[in-house]
């Protein structure tokens, strides 16, 4: 448990690669994921080590570098899902790039440039100690005490190589030091003020924490953290249901005149529970015949057509559709259709503009993508923060303070288009007075912080200590990091566009907008920032 997704990635493909055989053909799903640049470097010299001796490698992936030393690419598109599943180029990697019918070689005609608003958003003055969340004496596994400033309201990365510290900073400090905060309502850690502290509140550092000091939590909300945990694989679970908006949708099925007349209730319109579901095959929609010595097969269920339900349920439509009806529907089409229900629309518009609008309601998790599960997870964490933010606006008339998103990886799995959407959501986030903290390989998402946190040099017990701070550039310029020369290549090749955006942007109707207030003075000295 004390690995990170690095380490963890290299130790299953050093159980796989290590062998000496001959004439081996290796299908390898994403190598690169969880790895540093610099790592990346040393897999691409085993792979063609292996490849040198006789063996093929058939490669998944969407690591530039990877395409650049590979012999041949297959790309496969144009779009995901229904709107993919044909070669629409294969070729070297000049000739993938130089095909206008590759979506992949337009990504890589025309890569991002940063930052991609043309400027970033400065950051806030260091006296003002309300702006900041500051660690002291941060000691989580390799970390040795260290202390760390994160801008509150901006988008601040965590870099490194892996195994150096950066999930022990966040998931082993961070995280369950603000979660502690904010559930006995301490603004810092120990308490700042005991004298005006309300009974119970600690006036020491709990035990459980690993940290000696930490400042700056009175700007938060709540915290959410997305981690590399896999989501459900069951056949029941749909993203739908994974991202709550199930819920809604039944609750207003369950609303309307027909379905009150009758007596339904909301848990009617679930697929998982007896009463409305088909009961020939269970709400599957399919029933599973095992076959000896084969594979099982799965055929449409003949009583429901496969659409889940009995013939009584599916009686009752809302605007001309029942609920099969519903659960066939891709998202972008959902979001269309209940663009009357904002709390349901709002969820769903947040996952179209992740790049996964062509996924049905009703898809059974087993079907998806280690991508398409990855961005399910975040919208997931994101939407309830923002149904969080919106009740506390709308119905307790109350201007609620910025969340703080802990998000580990997110680009897993991601095409270079998706993740370029993603980088807008998160984006967004942050101009609407959220903190997001993310950890991260891919240089785009690197580039395109307000602020960095390099940790290293090293892995291990070579790691675990603050080796560069402050915006993409300044990192570059660091003789120390591991990082710098990678993304300095990156800077240099992809200048900013040249017409500068404003530093906050105007509020998307997908996430509400929240106000910022300046900051109070500060009551007390802050910390000493690391150099």
């Known amino acids: 448990t004390t690995l990170s997704g690095g380490e963890s990635q290299r130790i299953r493909l050093a159980s796989q690669l290590g062998s000496n055989l001959r004439g081996v053909l290796y299908v390898l799903d994403e190598p690169t994921i969880g790895l540093h640049p610099r790592d990346n470097v040393k897999l691409l010299d085993t792979l063609t080590a292996l ?20 012999d041949l690419v297959i790309d496969l598109g144009p779009g995901a899902g229904i709107f993919g599943g044909e070669i629409t180029a294969q070729g070297t990697w ?15 005609r025309e890569p991002m440039r940063h930052p991609s608003r043309g400027a970033r958003r400065p950051l806030p003055e260091v006296s003002l100690t309300d702006s900041w969340l500051t660690v002291s004496g941060a000691r989580a596994n390799n970390l040795k005490h260290i202390s760390a400033s994160i801008p509150l309201s901006r988008l601040t990365v965590l870099s490194g190589i892996s195994g150096s510290g950066k999930s022990s900073l966040m ?14 309502g301490w603004t810092s850690i120990p308490a700042d003020s005991p004298k005006k502290a309300r009974k119970g509140r600690s006036k020491t550092v709990p035990p459980s924490l690993a940290c000696d000091r930490m400042e700056g939590i009175g700007g938060i909300e709540a915290v959410y953290e997305v981690d590399q945990s896999p989501i459900g694989k069951t056949s029941r679970s749909t993203p739908a249901t994974y991202i709550k908006v199930f819920d809604g949708i039944r609750t207003l099925f369950a609303s309307l005149p027909t379905a009150k007349m009758r007596g339904y209730t909301a848990s009617r319109f679930s697929f998982n529970t007896e009463g409305g579901r088909c009961e020939a095959c269970g709400g599957n929609g399919v029933i599973r015949h095992e076959m000896a010595f084969l594979p099982a097969s799965h055929v449409v269920c003949t009583e429901c057509r496969g659409l889940r339900y009995n013939a009584p349920t599916l009686e009752i439509d809302y605007n001309g559709k029942n609920i099969g009806d519903v659960m066939n529907m891709t998202i972008d089409e959902a979001a269309d259709f209940f663009s009357a229900h ?4 709002r969820t769903l518009r947040l996952l179209a503009d992740t790049g996964t609008g062509y996924l049905r309601l009703g898809q059974p998790s087993p079907t998806l993508s280690g991508g398409e599960a990855q961005r ?28 703080l998103y802990l998000i580990e990886e997110p680009t897993i799995g991601l095409h270079p288009t998706d993740v370029a959407k993603l980088i807008d959501v998160l984006h967004r986030l942050v101009d609407d007075g959220h903190t997001v903290l993310v950890i991260e390989h891919n240089l785009d998402v690197i580039a395109e912080a307000d602020h960095i946190l390099d940790i290293g040099p090293e892995a291990g017990e070579a790691g675990g200590t603050v080796t560069a701070i402050g915006t993409p550039e300044q990192i570059a ?7 710098a020369p990678f993304l300095a290549e990156v800077l240099k090749a992809r200048p900013a566009p040249a017409a500068p955006a404003p530093a906050v942007a105007v509020a998307s ?6 106000s910022r207030s300046k900051p109070a003075p500060a009551k007390a000295k802050r910390a000493k920032r690391q150099p």
């Not at 998931?171 to 006995?184: D, S, T």
């Not at 310029?477 to 990082?483: A, D, G, P």
Request: net charge positive; no cysteine.
């Open 477 to 483: 310029k660091s003789k120390v990091s591991r990082t």
């Open 171 to 184: 998931r082993g400090v961070i995280q369950p030091a603000v979660a502690e905060a904010l559930r006995h």
């Open 376 to 403: 399910l997870k975040l919208v997931a964490e994101l939407s309830r923060g923002l149904s969080r933010t919106a009740h506390e606006r709308i119905r307790k008339n109350r201007q609620p303070k910025g969340n």
């Open 509 to 514: 109707s997908v996430i509400p907008a929240v």
């Open 51 to 70: 490849r040198d001796k006789g063996n093929s490698l058939l490669v998944v992936e969407h690591d530039e570098d990877t395409m650049r030393r590979s």
């Open 94 to 108: 000049e000739e993938i790039q130089n095909n206008p019918a590759s979506v992949t070689g337009r990504a890589l």
């Open 342 to 345: 904002s709390k349901i629309s």
